[in-house]
């Protein structure tokens, strides 16, 4: 069996329960004593059913618990099941738990991350290293570190399969018929005449009996739905303005508020609000922690009261500007501060001491996640519950919080997790929900919509941290003999956990990600990763410690390889020790007809290499020098994911993925001054627009273990961009945004 | 003030300088139109007055001169705009949240200029921000639609 069987084996059963007029199947899970206080539940040594298919008179409905933020997670859940399942998962409702079912509630806090505690497997580790949750934690209820595809593999679709054959089963007996000789499809048992019996008429007989459980899953070349080129459910909705997602809910008598909060370190000293408190639609002024609400008859006139509130903040005496967070990292390096060394082969100190030292020091800045859809949450608070509507990656986190917050117990808070109109990391957080929470409690019983201005969101974002690496190498025979490559960065880990739960103690493997972890034979090759005092809180955006990482290590090596006049795609592939990845750097090659860095005139290729979450992605860009300014002019990407299960959803991620880390590298900095950050909008955070967005080809290759895209296809972006600049114009760029050194068209 | 969005007529009691955008949402729950920005920088809350693509984050109520159309005016699920078609069939969306914007500006652009080249697109649709970076297959979308509409 392979191990993904064993663990699911191991892990859970497939079980049902009857509902009214139907059936729920879901994973039966072994509760184990779990010492945190999230995984509270049910007592030691009884079961809980996580559904996942609910089967009654009115219809089908597939629970997707992963959160989607655009990158797909509920339409490939539902596919997971529905491929197993005979049916259109077009034709089901589709519903992120925890709904308002009760009777799971509970259960489906405990939704887990499909590997044992105790399982020290490659899978597991990597799982666990790509979601950066420490074991102890793997009860929770997450969305993120691309797991959502290998997490639901093999639960989804064996709950499909038993549900099918459960209600074939239930056919069989109605028509007294062995079950071995009906088929299904297209939401039917089919009698060995022809007959069709729709599942929701055999709802209720399934749920009486036993589950079958001997099911077997599918092999790929059997399946529907899983692999094929197919429309995702929330396609039409998207295209149409009828999708709706957490700041479009409307309730009768519901309230609508905007926030402003304290600068970091800071907090509110006085308020003069009088002016806003006579304003048209104007509710109530409504001191939260640390900031002013106010609540209003619509979003506008909330936000434009808030305008009219003048605020004195107190200030502590924490650093507000950015030369304390390079002198932080500075620090970092200089005092050794090792916070881990993943990577030691060889001897680097002799190596480096036996001739001379290539020397260079890199930076990258804070980035926003600023997506697209501004923070919001909607609640309603009365004496015993408390209900929040809003887009969360980490429901069980929002509940546990929620709860301390306002006394109420953990049961008495429902969560119904929203479409998501973009993340990148930013629904990993809790404070735009306490905001809205304590919001609500000043008006119990109203439903109350809570939405950020866009000036918030900046102001008050949680970055991806600031770095600087300093590399040392030495090149010697034509070929690379030593690569040191030390790292400075604040914990991302450590910064996160603390607000969302309470910091963790141990090292932070975020640190080096990306940098400390590639698979490359480089013979004195050592990476160090050094952790930085927090100057402002730093947390998880697309693709976490590769995000900087990447580029510092692609970078580098790319500088190596130069000095050594060594092809760079060749030098790549000749140090990979790594099969799956090598296969990936031949593709890329072979689509991008890669000659060498040198294309002309003014114009110049690069190419970097980038393993993350267990995903090896290679890049390929091309720049040219125009009057206007620098161009991309093509680029090429390849990834390796083990399954394509959405073809034309996988190929959005890479390619969305790299067009991201390529607009954020030519684009992007957040820069602190007197204790907030100077870019206040989009006009000063501009990212990627259509103009230079350039022709983009991608590969899927599908030869190494099961993995999820949405992350893996940001690193390699930058520093691929950043070699194509130094092919073209020999310039040599160690900092971003590159738009610092270069004019962009 | 009265107000004429997707064919009907509205009286709508609010103040003179409310942006149409939050006039759209909140007063009248066509949420289809999004906030992204508030100063004319993402292109989420685009609409049509009078057929031109505007910033509904930026015009004022009193000063909305013609008829107003949103996304939901533009097509229906069922009935879906020939732009829209095209987005529906290169599976644009990602998160889907600046589509709304995306679509209406394409097919105000696609209305006035027929077949337009890339660097005419590059100029328009620059103005509409998509943090998920689907760009490419706007692009494609957008001539797609337009080969669509030439041949009716
Ligand atoms: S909300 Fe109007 S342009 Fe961004
Ligand atoms: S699809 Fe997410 S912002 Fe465009």
């Given at each position: 069996?392979?191990?993904?069987?064993?663990?699911?084996?191991r892990?859970?059963?497939?079980?049902?329960?009857a509902?009214?007029?139907?059936?729920?199947?879901?994973?039966?899970?072994?509760t184990r004593?779990?010492?945190?206080?999230?995984?509270?539940?049910?007592?030691?040594?009884?079961?809980?059913?996580?559904?996942?298919?609910?089967?009654d008179?009115?219809?089908?409905?597939?629970?997707?618990?992963?959160?989607?933020?655009?990158q797909?997670?509920?339409?490939?859940?539902?596919?997971?099941?529905?491929?197993?399942?005979?049916i259109?998962?077009?034709?089901?409702?589709?519903?992120?738990g925890?709904v308002?079912?009760?009777?799971?509630n509970?259960?489906?806090l405990?939704?887990?991350?499909?590997v044992?505690?105790?399982?020290?497997?490659?899978?597991?580790?990597?799982?666990?290293?790509?979601?950066?949750?420490?074991?102890?934690?793997?009860?929770?209820?997450?969305?993120?570190?691309?797991?959502?595809?290998?997490?639901?593999?093999?639960?989804?679709?064996?709950?499909?399969?038993?549900?099918?054959?459960?209600?074939?089963?239930?056919?069989?007996?109605?028509?007294?018929?062995?079950?071995?000789?009906?088929?299904?499809?297209?939401g039917?048992?089919?009698?060995?005449?022809?007959?069709?019996?729709?599942?929701t008429?055999?709802?209720?007989?399934?749920?009486?009996i036993a589950?079958v459980?001997?099911?077997v899953?599918?092999?790929p070349?059997?399946?529907r739905i899983?692999g094929?080129?197919?429309?995702?459910?929330?396609?039409?909705?998207?295209?149409?303005g009828?999708q709706?997602?957490?700041?479009?809910?409307?309730?009768?008598?519901?309230?609508?508020?905007?926030?402003?909060?304290?600068?970091?370190?800071?907090?509110?000293?006085?308020?003069e609000?009088?002016?806003?408190?006579?304003?048209?639609?104007?509710?109530?002024?409504?001191?939260?922690?640390?900031?002013?609400?106010?609540?209003?008859?619509?979003?506008?006139?909330?936000?434009?009261?808030?305008?009219?509130?003048?605020?004195?903040?107190?200030?502590?005496?924490?650093?507000?500007?950015?030369?304390?967070?390079?002198?932080?990292?500075?620090?970092?390096l200089?005092?050794?501060?090792?916070?881990?060394?993943?990577?030691?082969?060889?001897?680097?100190?002799?190596?480096l001491?036996?001739?001379?030292?290539?020397?260079?020091?890199?930076?990258?800045?804070?980035?926003?996640?600023?997506?697209?859809?501004?923070?919001?949450?909607?609640?309603?608070?009365?004496?015993?519950?408390?209900?929040?509507?809003?887009?969360?990656?980490?429901?069980?986190?929002?509940?546990?919080?929620?709860?301390?917050?306002?006394?109420?117990?953990?049961?008495?808070?429902?969560?119904?997790?929203?479409?998501?109109?973009?993340?990148?990391?930013?629904?990993?957080?809790?404070?735009?929900?306490?905001?809205?929470?304590?919001i609500?409690?000043?008006?119990?019983?109203?439903?109350?919509?809570?939405?950020?201005?866009?000036?918030?969101d900046?102001?008050?974002?949680?970055?991806?941290?600031?770095?600087?690496?300093?590399?040392?190498?030495?090149?010697?025979?034509g070929?690379?003999?030593a690569?040191?490559?030390?790292?400075?960065?604040?914990?991302?880990?450590?910064?996160?956990?603390?607000?969302?739960?309470?910091?963790?103690?141990?090292p932070?493997?975020?640190?080096?990600?990306?940098?400390?972890?590639?698979?490359?034979?480089?013979?004195?090759?050592?990476?160090?990763?050094y952790?930085?005092?927090e100057?402002?809180p730093?947390?998880?955006?697309?693709?976490?410690?590769?995000?900087?990482?990447?580029?510092?290590?692609g970078?580098?090596?790319?500088?190596?390889?130069?000095?050594?006049?060594?092809?760079?795609?060749?030098?790549?592939?000749?140090?990979?020790?790594?099969?799956?990845?090598?296969?990936?750097?031949?593709?890329?090659?072979?689509i991008?007809?890669?000659?060498?860095?040198?294309?002309?005139?003014?114009?110049?290729?690069?190419?970097?290499?980038?393993?993350?979450?267990?995903?090896?992605?290679?890049?390929?860009?091309?720049v040219?020098?125009?009057p206007?300014?620098?161009?991309?002019?093509r680029?090429?990407?390849?990834?390796?994911?083990?399954?394509v299960?959405?073809?034309?959803?996988a190929?959005?991620?890479?390619?969305?993925?790299?067009?991201?880390?390529?607009?954020?590298?030519?684009?992007?900095e957040?820069?602190?001054?007197?204790h907030?950050?100077?870019?206040?909008?989009?006009?000063?955070?501009?990212?990627?627009?259509?103009?230079?967005?350039?022709?983009?080809?991608?590969r899927?290759?599908?030869?190494?273990?099961?993995?999820?895209?949405?992350?893996?296809?940001?690193?390699?972006?930058?520093?691929?961009?950043?070699?194509?600049?130094?092919?073209?114009?020999?310039?040599?760029?160690?900092?971003l945004?590159?738009?610092?050194?270069?004019?962009?068209? | 003030m009265?107000?004429?969005?997707?064919?009907?007529?509205?009286?709508?009691?609010?103040?003179?300088?409310?942006?149409?955008?939050?006039?759209?949402?909140?007063?009248?729950?066509?949420?289809?139109?999004?906030y992204?920005?508030?100063?004319?920088?993402?292109?989420?809350?685009?609409v049509?007055?009078?057929?031109?693509?505007?910033?509904?984050?930026?015009?004022?109520?009193?000063d909305?001169g013609?008829?107003?159309?949103?996304?939901?005016?533009?097509?229906t699920?069922?009935?879906?705009?020939?732009?829209?078609?095209?987005?529906?069939?290169?599976?644009?969306?990602?998160?889907?949240?600046?589509?709304?914007?995306q679509?209406?500006?394409?097919?105000?652009?696609?209305?006035l200029?027929?077949?337009?080249?890339?660097?005419?697109?590059?100029?328009i649709?620059?103005?509409?921000?998509?943090?998920?970076?689907?760009?490419?297959?706007?692009r494609?979308?957008i001539?797609?639609a337009a080969?669509?509409?030439?041949?009716?």
């Amino acid at each position: 069996m392979s191990r993904a069987g064993r663990i699911a084996r191991r892990g859970f059963l497939v079980g049902s329960v009857a509902i009214a007029g139907g059936v729920a199947f879901g994973a039966w899970r072994y509760t184990r004593p779990l010492p945190d206080p999230f995984a509270k539940g049910l007592p030691p040594g009884t079961e809980a059913l996580n559904p996942y298919v609910l089967i009654d008179g009115s219809g089908i409905t597939l629970i997707a618990p992963r959160a989607d933020k655009g990158q797909g997670a509920r339409w490939i859940q539902a596919a997971l099941i529905a491929d197993e399942l005979d049916i259109d998962p077009a034709g089901a409702r589709i519903e992120p738990g925890p709904v308002s079912k009760t009777y799971y509630n509970t259960a489906l806090l405990q939704e887990n991350l499909p590997v044992d505690p105790t399982d020290t497997g490659w899978l597991a580790q990597t799982l666990r290293a790509g979601s950066d949750v420490p074991a102890r934690l793997l009860g929770l209820q997450i969305t993120g570190g691309s797991s959502s595809v290998p997490d639901g593999f093999e639960k989804l679709r064996r709950a499909g399969a038993v549900a099918r054959e459960t209600l074939k089963q239930a056919a069989a007996m109605r028509e007294g018929l062995s079950r071995a000789d009906l088929r299904s499809g297209d939401g039917n048992v089919i009698l060995p005449d022809g007959q069709r019996i729709p599942y929701t008429e055999l709802a209720a007989e399934a749920a009486s009996i036993a589950p079958v459980q001997d099911v077997v899953l599918r092999a790929p070349s059997q399946w529907r739905i899983l692999g094929k080129p197919v429309q995702r459910a929330d396609i039409v909705a998207k295209s149409t303005g009828t999708q709706r997602y957490g700041i479009d809910l409307a309730f009768d008598g519901m309230l609508y508020a905007s926030v402003r909060a304290a600068p970091r370190g800071a907090s509110v000293a006085k308020v003069e609000a009088a002016a806003a408190k006579g304003m048209r639609g104007v509710h109530s002024v409504v001191p939260i922690r640390d900031g002013i609400a106010v609540v209003a008859d619509n979003t506008w006139r909330a936000m434009q009261a808030l305008q009219e509130i003048t605020i004195d903040w107190a200030f502590s005496d924490l650093p507000g500007d950015q030369q304390a967070v390079w002198d932080s990292l500075t620090a970092a390096l200089d005092a050794a501060q090792i916070d881990s060394r993943p990577r030691d082969t060889g001897d680097v100190e002799n190596a480096l001491a036996a001739g001379a030292v290539i020397e260079a020091e890199y930076r990258v800045p804070f980035l926003a996640h600023a997506p697209l859809e501004p923070m919001n949450a909607t609640v309603r608070i009365s004496d015993s519950q408390c209900e929040i509507w809003t887009g969360t990656q980490i429901p069980d986190f929002v509940v546990a919080k929620v709860a301390a917050l306002t006394g109420l117990g953990e049961d008495g808070i429902k969560v119904h997790n929203q479409m998501i109109g973009g993340s990148f990391g930013r629904r990993l957080e809790l404070d735009f929900i306490l905001q809205a929470v304590q919001i609500a409690q000043s008006v119990p019983g109203r439903p109350v919509k809570m939405i950020w201005s866009r000036e918030e969101d900046f102001a008050h974002d949680q970055p991806r941290p600031a770095q600087i690496a300093r590399g040392l190498g030495r090149v010697a025979n034509g070929r690379i003999e030593a690569l040191d490559l030390a790292i400075a960065t604040p914990s991302v880990t450590t910064s996160w956990f603390g607000r969302v739960w309470r910091a963790l103690p141990g090292p932070d493997a975020t640190i080096t990600a990306g940098a400390g972890d590639q698979p490359l034979a480089i013979p004195n090759y050592r990476v160090t990763g050094y952790r930085a005092n927090e100057v402002f809180p730093v947390s998880s955006w697309r693709s976490v410690g590769a995000s900087g990482n990447g580029f510092l290590h692609g970078s580098f090596l790319d500088e190596l390889f130069a000095a050594a006049e060594l092809d760079p795609l060749q030098g790549l592939i000749d140090l990979c020790n790594h099969d799956v990845s090598r296969r990936v750097l031949n593709e890329l090659r072979e689509i991008s007809a890669w000659t060498g860095r040198a294309a002309g005139q003014g114009r110049g290729r690069g190419v970097a290499f980038c393993l993350s979450f267990g995903v090896p992605c290679a890049q390929v860009v091309d720049v040219a020098d125009t009057p206007k300014g620098l161009r991309i002019t093509r680029a090429f990407a390849v990834a390796d994911i083990g399954t394509v299960l959405d073809p034309v959803n996988a190929e959005a991620q890479l390619s969305g993925g790299m067009l991201f880390g390529l607009g954020h590298a030519m684009n992007c900095e957040l820069t602190y001054r007197d204790h907030v950050p100077e870019q206040t909008n989009f006009h000063a955070y501009q990212a990627m627009r259509l103009h230079q967005a350039p022709e983009i080809t991608v590969r899927l290759l599908e030869n190494g273990p099961l993995r999820g895209l949405g992350e893996p296809g940001v690193p390699p972006a930058a520093p691929a961009l950043a070699n194509a600049i130094f092919a073209a114009t020999g310039q040599r760029i160690r900092e971003l945004p590159l738009s610092r050194k270069v004019r962009f068209a | 003030m009265e107000l004429t969005v997707n064919g009907q007529r509205h009286q709508i009691d609010a103040e003179a300088g409310m942006p149409l955008l939050w006039v759209l949402r909140d007063i009248l729950g066509l949420t289809g139109t999004k906030y992204g920005c508030g100063i004319a920088q993402c292109g989420a809350c685009t609409v049509h007055i009078d057929g031109m693509a505007v910033r509904s984050c930026q015009i004022a109520l009193a000063d909305v001169g013609g008829e107003v159309t949103t996304i939901e005016g533009l097509g229906t699920p069922d009935a879906p705009h020939p732009v829209q078609q095209a987005w529906i069939d290169h599976q644009v969306a990602q998160c889907g949240y600046c589509q709304s914007g995306q679509i209406m500006s394409a097919a105000a652009m696609l209305a006035l200029q027929g077949e337009p080249d890339d660097q005419q697109i590059d100029r328009i649709m620059s103005a509409n921000l998509c943090r998920c970076a689907t760009y490419p297959r706007i692009r494609a979308a957008i001539h797609d639609a337009a080969r669509r509409l030439a041949t009716g």
